[in-house]
């Protein structure tokens, strides 16, 4: 039989170090800095973090108690120094520091890396939003750039297949983590517009904010932004953002989110034809309806029930026209006959000689007054007409000498010379 006194359990041991760690009056109150990663803050109130610095990390938990005395929002990435003991976590067998206060102590290098891409390239314009592609409704190829293993390609590929079994999924295996991450996800980006795709889903699933840098690059961003395929961002869990979200069309907040969004739920568009398929049949039924009651109406009107009132109201409208040109006609010839019967009886037609006995006389009435007027009766009589430059001459005061003058008498012509 074996002795196995020497032995002890796990438990016992780690019991025994949790002592040794306790009780080290060094450890009770340590103060610590660092950079706060990979932050959780738990419903009940506490909050779960790593402190790290260049070298090495702890696993850190604050207490409701306690997290309620601090006047900031601890986020990864920020500098804070930690008050609190150093104890061990029987289960894992893991030390840790137990916080019970906490100050801010700046913003850690990754956190101001972030901030500072972020804020170049929001001044160029990556995260406009008019400049989003549309992710199509209902698509036919789906890309999906992750590493090969791991729950979030599990997760896309089982929510697509259940929502939209119709889909294919084309994957584009990647690093996800590390230096050559964002070259490789950048390598694979630009493989994918090979592929016809629909929409990209580009992501992977949670970790610290080291885990998830390779999307934080100017690379990545960059490859996102140029991409012709419309991109859906499913980078860590609800609360993590990376630049990535910003610059993709569309943010998911897990890979699961990113596949409900990529795709339709089936019975959704089930619900959705049927219900087009509900309103088409009420239109066309309206429009039958509709269109029936308009030829019921013209079925009715009293021009398809008595037909031939169609020419008869006409044809009363042509007799009274005939008898309106009759009287018409009539009335005209009766005016021209009086018109002919008055020229008929006129004095002209009577008596023409003595119309031209009367024109005759006023025709030697006027001559005689002409001849009365004439000039030529004034020569006739002696006297003569002097003209000067062919104009009459009515006063002497007009000459001048030397002038030559024409002397008109009744048989002749005379030139002379003023004096």
């Not at 629909?198 to 100017?218: A, C």
């Not at 409208?317 to 002919?340: C, G, H, M, P, W």
Request: charged share 25%; aromatic share 8%; glycine share 6%.
């Amino acid at each position: 039989m074996l002795m196995n006194d020497k032995y002890i359990t796990v438990s016992q041991l780690t019991r025994y170090i949790k002592y040794k760690i306790d009780n080290d009056i060094n450890l009770n109150e340590v103060f610590l800095k660092g950079e706060i990663s990979n932050f959780k803050a738990h419903s009940r109130g506490h909050f779960y973090f790593t402190l790290k610095d260049e070298g090495s990390r702890i696993n850190a938990v604050m207490f409701a108690t306690s997290t309620k005395k601090i006047k900031f929002i601890p986020t990864d990435g920020m500098k804070v120094l930690v008050t609190g003991k150093i104890s061990v976590f029987e289960a894992n067998g893991g030390y840790q520091i137990y916080v019970n206060d906490m100050l801010e102590d700046g913003i850690g290098n990754l956190y101001i890396a972030f901030e500072q891409l972020k804020k170049k390239l929001e001044l160029e314009g990556l995260f406009d939003q008019a400049k989003k592609k549309k992710i199509p409704r209902i698509p036919k190829r789906v890309g999906v750039v992750t590493a090969p293993t791991g729950a979030a390609i599990k997760d896309i590929i089982s929510t697509i297949k259940r929502r939209w079994p119709l889909t294919e999924i084309l994957l584009f295996p990647s690093l996800v983590q590390g230096e050559m991450a964002a070259s490789d996800i950048v390598k694979q980006i630009k493989l994918s517009e090979n592929y016809n795709l629909d929409t990209l889903i580009v992501g992977r699933g949670g970790g610290s904010i080291e885990d998830l840098w390779p999307f934080n690059e100017e690379i990545v961003a960059r490859a996102i932004y140029e991409c012709n395929t419309p991109v859906i961002s499913a980078v860590g869990h609800e609360i993590d953002f990376t630049i990535a979200d910003f610059v993709a069309d569309l943010r998911a907040p897990t890979p699961t989110g990113a596949a409900e969004m990529a795709v339709p739920q089936y019975s959704d568009v089930v619900n959705y034809l049927e219900q087009l398929n509900i309103r088409l049949s009420s239109v066309i039924n309206n429009k039958i309806k509709n269109y029936q009651q308009r030829l019921d109406s013209i079925k009715n009107r009293n021009i398809f029930k008595n037909p031939t009132t169609i020419y008869q109201s006409k044809d009363m409208i042509f007799d009274a026209l005939v008898e309106r040109l009759k009287y018409s006609t009539i009335n005209l010839v009766n005016i021209k006959e009086k018109q002919l019967l008055s020229v008929k009886n006129s004095y002209i037609l009577k008596n023409p000689y003595q119309l031209l006995d009367r024109k005759a006389n006023k025709y030697l009435q006027v001559v005689s007054k002409l001849e009365t007027l004439s000039p030529l009766l004034t020569l006739k009589r002696g006297y003569t007409i002097i003209k000067k430059d062919g104009k009459v001459v009515d006063s002497a005061k007009k000459l001048m000498k030397n002038d030559i003058l024409e002397v008109e008498f009744n048989d002749g012509i005379v030139k002379t010379e003023v004096v």
